[in-house]
């Protein structure tokens, strides 16, 4: 049964070979053939094993230490797509002489065998954690709902407009950015986005140590995921684009043109890493308005129907997405 622990880590060591063989798949004009597509897919699914195993896990009253390890390393390697880009990116600024894939490799193989030694040790027991400070949890939330309003939900509106055309989503870029990239913005912006990643590794942290059923075992693998998502992306714009290479952070930006997302072995990264970036995000969002709605005696089942079409909605927001930044457009 144990033998299941090492599945996420190996599912993420396996990522970035996948995306490698959906781009060598590619036939003339960078056509998708079936394999194309089982692999694109397969890459697709490398983060599902570590959030089934987390939430399996999760459901533990009293995980013992092994138990926990495992489930903070599926917890992990849900987060494979922007551990992967970032890792891409940094190696480039650093100029690394072996890239990322050999660092990639070396790193999950030794997670692996600490998944192996986690399942293979005789159980330690350990004792659940409390529940986070009410404090941590009401800056987090009212952090989170300052960056939707000052920047998350004009930027995704952006690149959503892209759906219909690339014009409409620089006219609504630019005219957003007047905003979110004002003097006085963008620091503040800046400290609340890192405040949320370390007030969110805290929360992830101690509740990673609690029983949780599926809603909340979702919420702790899209923060997993936004953990590594949200720095990395930072790390793109400020340090790679503005600072490094002095390039716009526009459209062109996000797809890789002018090569594009599917086209490029570099660039298919993004794919994944965009797509479960806005599900994550949005999901997130979802299962956190869900648990202060729960504190202000909405019911269960009523909660239960708006968050799960809160991810419903996730997930058609991140397709549509994804959609504009390999091409499709409406107009």
Known sequence: ?????????????????????????????????????????????????????????????????????????????????????????????????????????????????????????????????????????????????????????????????????????????????????AHVVEPVLVTALLFLCASGLALLWTHSRRAADGFRSLQLATGAYLLFFVPGHMNSVFVYARTALGIPTDWNFATGAPAGMLADAWNIRLLPHYLYGVFAVLTHLSLGARAVALEHGVSPARAARWTKAGIAGAAVVATAIIAAMVGAHLA
């Open 1 to 181: 049964m144990k033998r299941v622990w090492l599945v996420p880590a190996a599912a993420a060591l396996f990522y970035p070979f996948l995306l490698a063989a959906f781009h060598a798949s590619l036939g003339a004009g960078a056509h998708l053939g079936p394999l194309s597509w089982l692999c694109l897919g397969l890459a697709l699914a490398a983060p599902i094993p570590g959030a089934i195993l987390a939430a399996r896990l999760g459901a533990l009253v009293a995980p013992t230490r092994n138990e926990l390890t495992a489930k903070r390393i599926a917890l992990l390697s849900v987060a494979a797509p922007p551990i992967f880009t970032t890792l891409g990116v940094v190696t480039y600024l650093v100029k690394s002489p072996l890239g990322d894939l050999p660092i990639w490799a070396a790193a999950w193989l030794v997670i692996i065998a600490i998944a192996a030694r986690a399942a293979l040790a005789p159980p330690r027991p350990t004792t659940p954690a409390a529940e986070p400070p009410l404090r941590l949890r009401v800056a987090h939330g009212i952090t989170a709902a300052f960056v939707i309003l000052v920047f998350l939900a004009m930027h995704l509106t952006s690149h959503l407009s892209a759906l219909w055309n690339v014009p409409a989503e620089r006219a609504l870029m630019g005219a957003f950015r007047t905003i979110y990239r």
